[in-house]
């Protein structure tokens, strides 16, 4: 057509991404079908302490799945599984504040399960993941 309009075939392709250039179609392939896991800690327990116990299997199955370590919103209020060495950083995603490890974190104590709930809620519409109270103790 006239009018200086350009013909779709005049048009340049798209840049190539920088990052996808030379690489093969399976490879992309298997990149975009990555799968990503969101890992939740214990309680009173930390996102680095599940990240080095799971430091197997996360390194294992890297190349299919995306592996996100998080902290639970609230600072730990009494003491951790026992064996736990001392000075260690730990977090609660909801308790009984400065209850005992064993019975601290069992659903009847709801202190601080809003806020965790939250956290999760953020980290899950930013496509972010998290560590948490994976049901530990019964």
């Known amino acids: 057509g006239g009018g200086g309009e350009a013909a779709l075939s005049d048009a340049a392709p798209p840049p190539a991404d920088a990052a996808m250039r030379g690489r093969a179609p399976d490879l992309l392939a298997r990149e975009v079908s990555r799968r990503r896991v969101l890992c939740l800690h214990g309680f009173r327990a930390s996102a680095d302490m599940l990240s080095l116990s799971l430091g197997p299997l996360t390194r294992s199955l890297a190349g299919t799945y995306d592996f996100t370590f998080v902290d639970a919103p609230t600072a730990a209020s009494g003491p951790a599984e026992p064996g736990v060495p001392e000075g260690l950083l730990g977090y609660e995603w909801w308790g009984d504040p400065g209850g005992a490890y064993d019975t601290a974190w069992r659903p009847v104590y709801e202190h601080g ?12 519409a930013g496509g972010r993941g998290g560590s948490g109270e994976g049901g530990e103790g019964g």
């Not at 399960?113 to 899950?124: K, S, T, W």
């Open 113 to 124: 399960f809003d806020v965790a709930m939250a956290r999760l809620a953020a980290l899950a």
